[in-house]
């Protein structure tokens, strides 16, 4: 069975301070590898993946991720947030099958 | 293009009635999955489903829930009876193929009096 695990339920950070959003995850075969951002009341956006490649994939605001299949990581940083970046990120994996597994979430709250 | 349209995006049921939630995937997809997320927590797989066909169904409640997807028309999930532990929002996704990158919907949030 798969699982995925993010370690911190809630990150404050204060603006224009850098971020990482940890995720790790349990699988016996290879997985494809998500964040998604949501925003309050709304849906999840896709912000990046690794479906194979480079292990280091970025996203279009700034954030990015890198794939560690030694440590079973796929943590989420950014050198510099923003307010607007408040939201909820979730990591999630796809191991070949029908679903996607989610971790619990972490909500960042970013200060002024 | 459209993104995956959902609605209602609210409904408040009683216990007891019946809840209808409605998803059409994004023009081309015709792979659409149903997750559940609970106050609080992520989310959960519910169902796989293509058109006309229930492909995994392994995260379905065993009773009161089920979900189809039609030839025509949207996909719905349909909960029977409702009571007050179904009150959550619930998320469709669509993708193009199985295993491609899964685009999500603004959720339909139930809340069950």
């Known amino acids: 069975a798969q699982s995925v695990t993010q370690l911190d339920s809630q990150v404050p950070v204060f603006e224009e301070a850098p971020v990482e959003l940890r995720c790790n995850y349990s699988s016996s075969v290879s997985v494809y590898l998500f964040w998604y951002v949501q925003y309050p009341n709304q849906g999840l956006q896709l912000l990046l993946k690794y479906l194979s490649g480079s292990t280091l994939v970025e996203s279009i605001n700034g954030f990015e991720a890198e794939f560690n299949k030694s440590q079973t990581s796929f943590h989420l940083r950014k050198p510099s947030v923003h307010i607007s970046d408040t939201a909820e990120y979730f990591c999630a994996i796809d191991n070949a099958g029908n679903m996607l597994t989610f971790g619990g979430g972490t909500r960042l709250m970013v200060k002024p | 293009n459209a993104g995956v349209m959902q609605n209602p995006r609210h409904l408040v049921r009683r216990r007891g009635q019946e809840a209808r939630l409605r998803c059409s995937p994004m023009k081309g997809h015709s792979h659409v999955y149903w997750y559940r997320q609970l106050p609080e927590e992520g989310l959960k797989f519910m169902v796989y489903l293509q058109k006309e066909n229930i492909i995994d169904e392994s995260g379905m409640p065993k009773e009161r829930f089920s979900a189809e997807f039609p030839k025509e028309g949207p996909s719905i999930l349909r909960i029977q009876q409702v009571v007050r532990g179904d009150s959550a929002a619930y998320f469709c996704?669509?993708?193009?193929?199985?295993?491609?990158?899964?685009?999500f919907g603004p959720g339909t949030r139930l809340l069950v009096l």
């Open positions: 996704a669509s993708s193009q193929n199985s295993r491609e990158t899964q685009y």
